[in-house]
């Protein structure tokens, strides 16, 4: 039988015998472990060399004797000489020093498990029987997966704990299109506040205390405003809570997400941002179109189409080498194309409209300057939808285009 204990092994002595490739594999996890290690062999391979030479560990250029194995805490053999492997698990035996044998693991009084970590978890793989380390590591791998997808139960039972913030960015609104790292954070969440776009099915996903907050804002209408969203986060964080801020796209991509780091920089709350897929490259992607091209665009330019057209945004909408990719910008289409065309933009650039991008709802209306106005009324194009004007736009940029659909598009 076999009983697995979580043991520290910072700073302790730790004893490894043999110097090659067994050796090169494990001391890693021990070096990452904080573990103060001491080689003892006669020679060592070249990567147990470079790892003696990187992390200062200390090397003994000899044959193990019983009395090297008094100090360690554990001692790991792996001289490729079952013998002298056997020689030295009885002399941790007679110290009352726990051994990892390479050579027979099963006659070891320990052995090294297969893990896995999902922030401040960490999960074991052994075998209680005999030693399996393949299947091991594929139980591992297999348990890994299901973190990484956020679909294990990792939240931490609150006992005043020290509460955070994440800034997650969700994307276009695919769950498959988030992160790890932030399919982990919203499964250790207490406390999630969300954004109306985005990712909004993993919500469905947690557990049912998890409290989540609805702060979605639509066109002219915030029915909770910033300062009051900056609020809500360092209340939850200020009370103990894991909280995550989960956005539609990329948070530092007109997400506002820079003014609620510092509001948690200012209230003395831990803060971390965790990138998304941005739409204004998702979802063009998601129509067949790429924001740059080779001989076609060799830059991109990003505008909020709220805001004011400054003369770098009516220099790029006037470069035939410059895709301006407008978010938030179907109330302005008709003030964004006239300005585009008082800059010296021709009638015949190209423009999408991608409405809904990355969802079952997608439609994408391919015009022109002197027709997009007039075609994004005709079909009634609504928000949430990314316009992109430029060449890269051109229906036929990457594939051929059949006759009829051609014809369709004007």
Not at 81 to 96: F, G, M, N, Q, Y
Not at 290 to 303: E, F, K, Q, Y
């Amino acid at each position: 039988m076999t009983t697995m204990l979580g043991v520290s092994l910072a700073g302790r002595d730790v004893l490894f015998v043999g110097g090659g490739s067994v050796a090169a594999r494990r001391i890693p996890r021990l070096i990452e472990e904080g573990a103060a290690i001491r080689i003892v062999a006669p020679v060592l391979g070249a990567e147990t060399t470079e790892l003696v030479e990187q992390h200062g560990l200390t090397w003994i250029a000899r044959t193990v004797r019983e009395e090297d194995v008094s100090a360690a805490w554990l001692v790991h053999t792996a001289t490729g000489d079952p013998r002298i492997d056997a020689d030295v698990a009885a002399w941790c035996e007679s110290a009352r020093t726990f051994c990892v044998n390479a050579s027979d693991g099963a006659h070891g009084s320990a052995r090294l498990t297969a893990e896995t970590r999902s922030g401040d978890v960490v999960v074991a793989v052994s075998s209680d029987a005999g030693v399996d380390p393949r299947r091991a590591a594929r139980v591992r791998n297999a348990i890994a997966a299901l973190l990484d997808r956020g679909a294990l139960p990792v939240r931490r039972v609150r006992e005043s704990a020290r509460g955070r913030v994440a800034l997650v960015g969700g994307g276009p609104g695919p769950v498959d299109l988030m992160t790890v790292r932030a399919r982990r954070l919203i499964a250790e969440a207490d406390v999630v506040i969300a954004d109306r776009l985005g990712p909004v099915d993993v919500l469905t996903e947690l557990d049912p205390d998890v409290e989540v907050v609805d702060v979605g804002k639509r066109p002219g209408h915030h029915p909770v405003p910033q300062h009051e969203i900056n609020a809500l986060i360092v209340a939850h964080a200020r009370a103990g809570r894991r909280v995550v801020r989960l956005k539609g796209g990329d948070p530092f991509v007109f997400g506002r997400g820079g003014e609620e780091v510092t509001a948690c920089l200012e209230a003395g709350v831990p803060v971390e941002v965790v990138p998304g897929p941005t739409s204004a490259v998702s979802v063009p992607q998601a129509a067949g179109i790429p924001v740059t091209h080779r001989g076609v665009s060799g830059a991109m330019h990003m505008v909020n189409g709220q805001g004011d057209l400054t003369p770098a945004t009516l220099a790029a909408l006037a470069d035939d080498a410059v895709t301006t990719v407008v978010l938030m910008g179907v109330a302005g289409l008709a003030r964004i194309v006239d300005a585009a065309l008082a800059a010296g933009a021709p009638e015949s650039r190209p423009v999408a409209i991608v409405e809904s991008g990355h969802t079952s709802q997608q439609r994408t209306t391919h015009a022109t300057l002197a027709t997009a106005v007039a075609d994004a009324r005709s079909v009634g194009i609504r928000n949430p939808a990314v316009i992109v004007i430029g060449e890269v736009a051109r229906l036929d940029l990457l594939l051929p285009v059949p006759a009829a659909e051609a014809a369709a598009a004007g």
